[in-house]
């Protein structure tokens, strides 16, 4: 392990934590510096709202601070089960299960429905907590080209008598765009697997009330039976939850470890998530906000001719190929007082880093132009395109 990390850091990819002092809204202290954010995924700017801040208050004062147990055990409060009502509610499901962190609701999610002999076929950029799922599951992972519905239809094909389950990412965390879900739906349904989607950058910000990427593409509970999505994106708060058929949560409920064998989110927590839920429902100006706030940048980086990938979601990335040159981008923005992470390998391939920017509807104009302007001052490649 010591040989992999030394490996690491001689090439430049040593990962560091970094110590934030203060947050406010887009605003973050960081050192003595006051720095504008471009990579939180705070998406509708609900993190500090005072609703939820009361929310939590609230029954911190009335319950305390933590659950004391797992959900089985007494750690399910009131406020837990008025939020899975709610997700289920948003999302079209007869009911939601809540889990500690999306990483756990993948994990737990597929060691409950996956075995030795099953197959998984999954989008070759899926988050890393669907891959990991799928291998301590023990089932056979096969990877398909991104986006690729017609790859995933050859994979699905290479074991016809197993049970197959298809997972993918709703949107995909470092590039920002859109699974193929409808084409992905119909494959599903001719060859008998399970579609499984995780949503953690959907919800909230797509879809009809902010359901999410599956809600607007058109798909419910039949087509998409196993959905999963965080509460610390779009919702400000922290946790995640699956919802489907009332017969797969009382499946999790039994067998999946991560939640059987986790102490419960505090009920403070649960709380201000339920007041996100309903904000993010209600407030369809943050929406409208956030997607102006993408068309602004968007139009402004094709005018400075920036290399970005194509997404028309929150995530912006920007394209710059060498690992030290996203590094170099990184802090020389950070130099003008705005943060911006450097993505590199192996989060992303080789010879894929990026500027990782996100935008969220905390951003006002002035923000978005602030950061068109320091990526137009970056030095140009090759006497090209800037940075």
Not at 83 to 108: I, K, P, V
Not at 254 to 260: E, K, L
Not at 286 to 315: N, V
Request: glycine fraction near 10%.
């Amino acid at each position: 392990m010591a040989t992999h990390t030394s490996e690491r850091a001689a090439a430049g990819l040593l990962r560091r934590t970094r110590t934030i002092d203060h947050a406010e809204g887009p605003w973050l202290e960081v050192d003595g510096r006051r720095l504008l954010a471009f990579c939180s995924n705070d998406y509708l700017g609900l993190a500090g709202h005072p609703q939820l801040i009361a929310a939590f208050k609230r029954v911190a004062d009335d319950e305390g601070v933590g659950s004391t147990a797992a959900h089985l055990v007494c750690g399910h409060r009131r406020e837990h089960a008025m939020l899975e009502e709610a997700l289920a509610e948003w999302t079209g499901r007869e009911r939601a299960l809540l889990f500690s962190t999306g990483y756990m609701a993948n994990l737990g999610a597929m060691q409950a429905l996956l075995g030795r002999g099953d197959l998984c076929v999954q989008d070759r950029l899926n988050h890393a907590c669907l891959l990991d799922g799928a291998t301590l599951a023990g089932a056979t992972l096969k990877r398909y080209p991104h986006g690729d519905a017609a790859a995933a239809a050859r994979q699905l094909a290479v074991e016809p008598g197993a049970a197959a389950l298809l997972a993918t990412d709703g949107v995909f965390s470092m590039d920002g765009d859109r699974a193929p879900l409808r084409e992905l739906a119909t494959l599903c349904r001719h060859e008998g697997a399970t579609l499984m989607v995780d949503d953690a950058h959907g919800l909230g910000v797509l879809g009809p009330d902010g359901a999410g990427s599956v809600a607007e593409a058109g798909l419910g509970m039949r087509e998409v039976p196993v959905l999963m999505a965080t509460l610390g994106k779009a919702l400000g708060t922290h946790g995640a939850f699956v919802a489907g058929p009332a017969t797969l949560i009382e499946d999790l409920t039994q067998f999946a470890r991560t939640f059987v064998y986790s102490t419960a989110m505090p009920p403070a927590l649960a709380a201000a998530a339920l007041a996100a839920v309903r904000l993010a429902r209600t407030d369809g100006w943050r929406r409208e906000k956030l997607a102006a706030s993408i068309a602004r940048f968007r139009q402004g980086a094709a005018r400075l001719d920036l290399p970005l990938a194509p997404s028309d979601t929150p995530i912006q990335p920007l394209l710059l190929g060498d690992a030290a040159a996203a590094l170099a981008a990184a802090t020389a923005l950070e130099e003008r007082g705005l943060l911006v992470t450097a993505i590199r390998p192996p989060t992303v391939p080789v010879g894929q880093a990026r500027l990782r920017v996100t935008l969220s509807a905390a951003h006002e104009e002035e923000h978005v132009d602030r950061l068109l302007d320091a990526l137009a001052a970056l030095p140009r490649a090759h006497g090209q395109a800037p940075v």
